[in-house]
């Protein structure tokens, strides 16, 4: 079975201690996260949070059920690509070379992002949209010379009536 | 009414139906003593000689009541040395709460005197655990554990509770003890698949496994092995789960199984694997374990279900209720020319695999104690050759009679758990077969059998070595006995007697014969020290990742 990238979203309890078991889970059963993000819902007693983790059918199924085993997790669901919406943040600060600027603030126009800051040597670019989209201005930026640069990875929902909740 | 966070812990014991407690103090859990001290009229604390020894007795306890083990310990190293006792219940799913004192809440993380992050150590051998820092919320969190522990597959819990959270008080409620959480309910469909299949199969074989005995469920099992005609086999955990007299009975199967149970299973065409994880041990190579049968697989955890091997079926569900409910579906099946074919597995000579044919054997060693054994008298072992020696000789005939470290394998296991055993059936006689390799791990709870006047015989099997280790050694390391020939000068029986319990040897039949007569009549500890020949193998043995073909008989 081949490896693929998925998503899986949970639903955990909003208390310390909670991203530590969840981590220390994939790390002792030998699951890949390549990111995690995690923030309180609209009800305070609950986190969602949103994996993205490789691996066959196999890690899969195991991922979720291993998942669901946990006393503080509430709700896991492995998304469907087709039904799920990605979006990421991604801070990036880019060398400011003479006579660059307005090339640089066309280029974070095209992919819909904002100039949130300026200093003389460097701009600070805000880019927010699906994960390939991402990679894409990485790319530009990257020819005019990266300071430094951080994401948070994706968080995903599902659409319409497609909720964690039902899913 | 307010009380301090011990006595709520007290409370909360009471309202669970504990009765018993083991453990042992320290600093950070003077508030709960001084609690224990009011409270000994009604819970009875075992204090032991190490806390790993109070971890393995509250599991020893569990194992043999069905109830939750308690333990107590304190921080810092009080706190680690339980975890091996936890790792080993969590491995076989005991339902366990161990509490834990902690440094007070303002010192957590600055590296304070004996403080120890016990829930991050725990956080893979507990099926959950809790630090509680507000008083308020310990008796629900308490409850909670408990809940956690006994629900669904069972396992430990910790809750660590610092000192000053034991000093503070709150308001008490009684409250009743907590129920299991439902268990998941099978699926119709899957049960009438599984029905289907058994209905289709010619060659059934039955494997049962440790959820079988928690589940309660050997009665049923054995009615589902007489409707379906199939034998039955077993892995270690699910020895007791079945009567040995039961005419379906193959024995253990696997790496150190019987050779028909692993044999009749080789030649099956359908598996029926009941409350088991399909451990290494048992498998073998997983691709000859499966080839050539259909798998089906009864468990109450979902995680289980293809683990460890792929399976064509699965039913989710508490494993007694999912065997009743197949029984009813299950019109009665015939299969002659299996039965005959396992019936001649059974009396095929490779079964015979006694070594030495005379002398004090490890197989007379285990079936003359044996004999001397009421059926609901409790065997509990140590880690080694001698428990898979306990595991192929000794005739259990009732469930939760069998103690042992099954899936950590943990040597220094038996002394704390046949303490914990004996004490769970009302202090009856308990057997607990050790080797001098494991018992010098663990010895120094003699002291807590002879203190609590506890009907225990320890019968060492003595070879010198460490003999498990020795044995694979001759077999895969060219017979470099790399650290296992020991040969130690321990002479057990004036180690017992130092201890204040009774030491007898035995180097012949004879001798032992003399042994059992006294040692049985004591109603105190009692060590019987058995010279064995360090060349007994625990045989037949399947190598690791290997399948039937490769079996080592002789």
Redesign the interface.
């Known amino acids: 079975m081949d490896k693929e990238q998925f998503v899986v979203s949970l639903l955990v309890a909003n208390h310390f201690g909670v991203l530590t078991r969840i981590s220390a889970l994939f790390a002792r059963r030998a699951f890949n996260i390549d990111s995690l993000t995690v923030g309180v819902t609209e009800d305070p007693d609950f986190s969602r949070m949103t994996i993205i983790a490789q691996g066959d059918d196999y890690i899969k199924e195991q991922i979720v059920k291993q998942l669901q085993k946990l006393e503080d997790v509430k709700l896991v669901q492995l998304m469907h690509a087709d039904q799920t919406v990605l979006r990421e943040l991604m801070i990036v600060k880019v060398r400011l070379q003479p006579g660059k600027l307005s090339e640089l603030v066309e280029a974070a126009n095209t992919y819909r992002a904002s100039v949130i800051d300026l200093s003389p040597d460097s701009i600070l670019i805000e880019v927010t949209g699906e994960p390939g989209k991402l990679n894409a201005a990485l790319e530009y930026f990257r020819a005019h010379g990266i300071i430094e640069m951080s994401r948070t990875g994706p968080s995903a929902m599902g659409r319409s009536t497609y909720c964690l909740a039902n899913g | 009414m307010q009380l301090s966070g011990a006595e709520i812990l007290m409370k909360v014991l009471l309202e669970q139906g504990v009765d018993t407690v083991f453990g042992y103090p320290g600093g950070n859990v003077l508030n709960i003593y001084d609690e224990l001290y009011h409270y000994s009229d009604r819970i009875a604390h075992y204090i032991t000689c190490h806390e790993q020894g109070a971890a393995h007795a509250a599991d020893g306890y569990a194992r043999v009541t069905g109830k939750p083990g308690v333990v107590i310990a304190t921080s810092g190293p009080g706190a680690t040395n339980l975890v091996t006792g936890i790792a080993s219940a969590y491995f076989d799913s005991t339902p366990m709460v161990a509490i834990t004192g902690n440094v007070p809440v303002a010192l957590l993380g600055r590296d304070s005197f004996q403080e120890v992050d016990i829930?991050?150590v725990t956080?893979?051998v507990t099926?959950?655990n809790y630090?509680v820092k507000d008083v308020n919320r310990l008796a629900h969190t308490l409850r909670e554990a408990f809940q956690?522990a006994i629900s669904g597959r069972p396992g430990p819990v910790l809750v660590d509770i610092p000192k000053d959270v034991q000093i503070a008080s709150a308001e008490y409620e009684p409250q009743s003890a907590q129920q299991k959480r439902p268990d998941p309910a099978a699926r119709e469909e899957d049960i009438a698949r599984a029905a289907e299949a058994i209905a289709q199969a010619k060659r059934p074989y039955i494997y049962c496994g440790g959820g079988v005995v928690i589940a309660e469920a050997g009665e049923e099992l054995a009615r589902l092995a007489d409707i379906a005609d199939a034998p039955i086999g077993c892995s270690m955990m699910g020895r007791s789960a079945v009567s040995a007299d039961n005419p379906r009975y193959l024995g253990m199967m696997g790496m150190h199984g019987r050779y028909a149970s692993t044999k009749a299973l080789n030649e099956s065409d359908l598996l029926i694997a009941v409350g088991t994880r399909f451990s290494d041990r048992a498998t073998g190579d997983k691709s000859e374990f499966s080839r050539g049968r259909k798998l089906l697989h009864i468990d109450i955890?979902?995680?289980e279900?293809?683990?460890n091997i792929g399976v064509d079926m699965s039913i989710i569900g508490n494993v007694k209720v999912v065997l009743a409910a197949i029984c009813a579906r299950l019109a009665q099946q015939r299969h002659e020319e299996w039965t005959a074919e396992v019936a001649a597995m059974r009396e095929s000579r490779d079964n015979d695999i006694s070594m030495c044919q005379s002398g004090l054997t490890p197989e007379f060693i285990i079936e003359r104690a044996g004999s001397r054994m009421r059926p609901d008298e409790t065997v509990a072992t140590d880690v080694g050759q001698h428990q898979m020696w306990t595991t192929l000789y000794y005739r259990f005939t009732r469930p939760r009679t069998f103690i042992t470290s099954g899936g950590l394998g943990a040597m220094g296991f038996g002394m704390g758990a046949a303490i914990g055993s004996c004490i769970g059936r009302g202090k009856k006689r308990t057997l607990l077969f050790t080797s001098d390799g494991s018992f010098h791990m663990n010895l120094n709870e003699l002291a807590t059998a002879v203190t609590n006047g506890l009907p225990l015989v320890i019968v060492v099997l003595n070879n010198g070595v460490l003999g498990m280790v020795y044995q694979w050694q001759d077999l895969f390391f060219g017979g470099r006995h790399s650290n296992t020939a020991l040969f130690r000068k321990t002479d057990f029986v004036k180690l017992a007697e130092a201890f204040g319990a009774k030491g007898l040897r035995a180097e012949t039949r004879e001798e032992y014969e003399t042994c059992l007569a006294e040692a049985f009549r004591m109603q105190t500890p009692v060590l019987i020290d058995c010279a064995v020949d360090c060349a007994e193998r625990v045989l037949p043995m399947i190598p690791p990742n290997k399948g039937i073909s490769d079996i080592i008989l002789k």
């Open positions: 829930a991050g956080m893979p099926k959950h630090i956690v955890d979902p995680a279900i293809s683990k």
